[in-house]
């Protein structure tokens, strides 16, 4: 059974700090790996998304790294900002079922001015 | 394109009542899911529908229904509520088959049952 796992679940870091959050999945047969932004009383919205073919994918600030073979990816935030503070989800999609996506607990990052 | 929505946005019930949660996506997508949202246990897939025509259980799906009414709208029902059930609900969508399956949220619908 396919398990994602974040750490740290919680994280508070001082404005301009580079800084990397982390994900682990037990199951390496991913289609892709997703990482949301979840900001409080609000929906989750798609940063990367990285194909099992990938290496990484990188979004202004932001860069997603995947290492299928370890079950292990990175969102690494650059120069961080007050504006960065929101929970950080990581999601593997099993293409051959549905397309469903298996969600790690997340990440609160508080980025302090 | 409004991408997502849900109605209601909040929703209070007592034990035993039924409601259904319902969900639009006007971006073509041909799979849609139902999670749920629990402190402490995450996302949690309650249903979903590859296609139109077609649904599948998930992880959690005891206590509820759902119809794939047509290929944007897909609702989500409770029979009979439960506290158990008090939960924040999010509807997803995406197109399977394209090389890019982002999955896209809809705001959630925050059910409390009493």
């Known amino acids: 059974k396919q398990e994602v796992t974040q750490i740290p679940a919680a994280l508070s870091v001082p404005e301009g700090e580079n800084l990397v959050l982390n994900c682990s999945f037990t199951d390496s047969a991913i289609y892709n790996l997703q990482w949301f932004r979840q900001d409080p009383g609000k929906g989750l919205t798609s940063l990367l998304l990285i194909q099992s073919s990938q290496r990484e994918q990188t979004s202004g600030r932001l860069n997603a790294s995947l290492d299928k073979s370890s079950g292990r990816s990175t969102l690494y935030i650059a120069a961080s900002q007050p504006g960065d503070s929101a929970t950080y989800l990581c999601?593997?999609?099993?293409?051959?079922?549905?397309?469903?996506?298996?969600f790690g607990q997340g990440t609160e990052l508080s980025v302090k001015p | 394109n409004a991408g997502v929505t849900q109605t209601p946005k909040f929703q209070v019930l007592k034990t035993g009542q039924s409601m259904t949660l319902q969900c639009a996506q006007d971006m073509n997508h041909n799979s849609m899911y139902w999670y749920r949202q629990d402190p402490g246990m995450g996302l949690r897939l309650i249903y979903y529908s590859a296609s139109e025509g077609t649904t599948d259980k998930g992880e959690v799906p005891n206590g509820y229904n759902v119809s794939r009414l047509n290929k944007r709208e897909f609702s989500l029902r409770l029979e009979s509520a439960a506290p158990s059930q008090t939960s924040v609900y999010f509807c997803a969508s995406t197109s399977l088959g394209t090389g890019r399956e982002t999955q896209y949220f809809g705001p959630g619908t925050r059910l409390l049952v009493l």
């Open positions: 999601a593997v999609l099993i293409y051959n079922q549905g397309g469903k996506l298996i």
